[in-house]
């Protein structure tokens, strides 16, 4: 499995990432090997593109030919391949929580000692943002971005170096908000009510709570969808299979939640972002830091041709 693998388990854990959530990449001479879109960043090891770097360098240029090569490439790399194709030779991108009560705080209350770039929809933006800061690189080779509404990307020379600066800016965001519920223990009470096979699918209760269908980062509105129904029942789940594309969260006036899902990997994908969002949300909220993604951005993240693609798989 190699580096590439070792960086994946490394930071793999739910944690640091959630469903098939986050990427990481290592720059081998002429190739680009980075992470397989749609799959678990545990599962790296054996499921990740080998893009030629020059390519990838192109796309990120806005080259429209390097960019149809490096997608046509299977098994498909990573939507954000583009900021991979750029700076030091090790980069992993996490959805670390501590992180994110930073990057989803309208008010962030501690500053982290890091780069902090706007929110940009997943894709090229990111790498264009993200780039100018890769000019000038501390003595160490490191260097930490947040992007905010959506996560970490740590630039370094070696695999210890990304995870050893991934955690720590994890432990520094985290460190003001105090004794926060451990996540594997939130995601067990997502998981108490077993999974239920339903026509088109799979269905899982959740517990029950009020649902406004607002957003605080891109793979929530993916995976994490709100459908509001007369009853969040097994009836309305086939109904939800029948007619969208993707994993979705039925909530009705009761505050009752049923999440729905046509593969069971996708049902699993869906509760641990769904039970992280709530984490998140439950941290952020009660002190009025939460801030959500702007009304109309949820149907241009589902219009995006490679999250139709990760829905697709």
């Known amino acids: 499995?190699?580096?590439?693998?070792?960086?994946?388990?490394?930071?793999?854990?739910?944690?640091?990432?959630?469903?098939?959530?986050?990427?990481?990449?290592?720059?081998?001479?002429?190739?680009?090997?980075?992470?397989?879109?749609g799959v678990r960043l545990s599962d790296v090891g054996h499921a990740y593109a080998r893009v030629p770097l020059a390519d990838a360098?192109?796309?990120?240029?806005?080259?429209?030919?390097?960019?149809a090569r490096v997608f046509a490439i299977k098994p498909r790399p990573s939507l954000e391949t583009y900021f991979h194709a750029i700076g030091p030779r090790v980069v992993a991108h996490t959805h670390a929580l501590g992180v994110l009560l930073s990057a989803c705080a309208s008010e962030p209350p501690v500053d982290l000692g890091v780069d902090r770039v706007p929110y940009e929809r997943p894709g090229r933006g990111i790498a264009l943002a993200v780039e100018p800061l890769l000019e000038l690189l501390p003595e160490d080779g490191?260097?930490?971005?947040?992007?905010?509404?959506?996560?970490?990307?740590?630039?370094?020379?070696?695999?210890?170096?990304?995870?050893?600066?991934?955690?720590?800016?994890?432990?520094?965001?985290?460190?003001?908000?105090?004794?926060?519920?451990?996540?594997?223990?939130?995601h067990a009470e997502y998981t108490?009510?077993?999974?239920?096979?339903?026509?088109?699918?799979?269905?899982?209760p959740l517990p029950?709570?009020?649902?406004?269908?607002?957003y605080l980062f891109p793979d929530a509105v993916v995976y994490?969808?709100?459908?509001?129904?007369?009853?969040?029942?097994?009836?309305?789940?086939?109904?939800?299979?029948?007619?969208?594309?993707?994993?979705?969260?039925?909530?009705?006036?009761?505050?009752?939640?049923?999440?729905?899902?046509?593969?069971?990997?996708?049902?699993?994908?869906a509760v641990e972002v769904c039970a992280a969002h709530d984490?998140?949300?439950?941290?952020?909220?009660?002190?009025?830091?939460?801030?959500y993604l702007p009304d109309d951005e949820p149907a241009k993240i589902l219009d995006l041709p490679s999250e139709q693609y990760r829905l697709r798989l």
């Open 192 to 204: 108490k009510e077993a999974e239920r096979e339903v026509p088109g699918g799979f269905a899982r």
């Open 142 to 186: 490191v260097r930490a971005v947040v992007l905010e509404s959506h996560g970490l990307i740590v630039y370094a020379p070696s695999v210890a170096a990304a995870v050893a600066k991934t955690r720590a800016v994890d432990a520094a965001a985290r460190a003001p908000f105090g004794d926060l519920p451990s996540i594997d223990d939130f």
């Open 1 to 37: 499995m190699g580096e590439i693998g070792e960086l994946g388990r490394a930071l793999g854990g739910l944690r640091w990432v959630q469903g098939p959530g986050g990427n990481v990449s290592i720059k081998d001479g002429g190739e680009l090997l980075v992470k397989a879109s």
């Open 279 to 291: 984490w998140l949300e439950d941290a952020l909220a009660p002190r009025g830091l939460a801030r």
């Open 224 to 269: 994490a969808g709100v459908i509001h129904v007369d009853a969040a029942d097994d009836t309305a789940a086939a109904r939800a299979l029948v007619t969208i594309p993707r994993p979705a969260v039925l909530v009705d006036g009761a505050r009752r939640r049923l999440v729905v899902a046509s593969t069971r990997e996708k049902l699993a994908f």
């Open 208 to 214: 029950s709570r009020p649902s406004h269908a607002r």
């Open 57 to 67: 360098q192109l796309a990120t240029a806005g080259d429209p030919g390097a960019d």
